[in-house]
């Protein structure tokens, strides 16, 4: 499973380094079980090709309003239409730098335009497959979290 957590990484460090000058810190990958409760943002694509899936980002509301204000050039103070789709964009970036990486490993992929959820005491359930959460720290202890759930058929 290592193998599939390790472009999301790759990709996360390097456009957060050149979009916004961030540097990430990954945390301790765990797996979760269908049906967690998210924080107050999340960004959810499909995966199909040689794997198949989801990839879900999810954040607290502060992270979502610092990665839209890096993204907007501003101070960002509300999730509104705008703020959501910098973030949902950044998130779309990462998730396509990551498949050019499986790409250069030979798994081509594709994934899904990306879906903004937000609210409070989202549950979030996939049916049949193991959930490996990423923890990736930046600025001040603000993180976003990549929950990878990708099988082979």
């Known amino acids: 499973m290592i193998d599939c957590i390790n472009p999301f990484i790759e990709a996360s460090s390097e456009v957060l380094s050149k979009m916004a000058n961030v540097k990430i810190k990954r945390g301790t990958a765990y797996q979760k079980k269908s ?56 998130a779309n970036i990462i998730s396509g730098n ?19 959820l937000t609210g409070s005491g989202m549950n979030i359930s996939i049916s049949k497959a193991a959930i490996i959460a990423i923890p990736m720290i930046f600025h001040s202890g603000m993180s976003f979290e990549i929950n990878v759930v990708l099988t082979s058929f």
């Open 35 to 90: 049906g967690f409760e998210s924080d107050n943002m999340a960004i959810v694509f499909g995966v199909v090709g040689g794997l198949k899936g989801q990839i879900i980002f999810t954040m607290k509301e502060q992270s979502a309003l610092y990665i839209a204000s890096l993204m907007m050039g501003m101070p960002v103070e509300k999730l509104d239409e705008m703020s959501k789709s910098a973030v949902a964009e950044l």
């Open 98 to 116: 990551a498949l050019t990486i499986f790409s250069k490993r030979n798994t081509n992929m594709g994934i899904s335009p990306p879906t903004v």
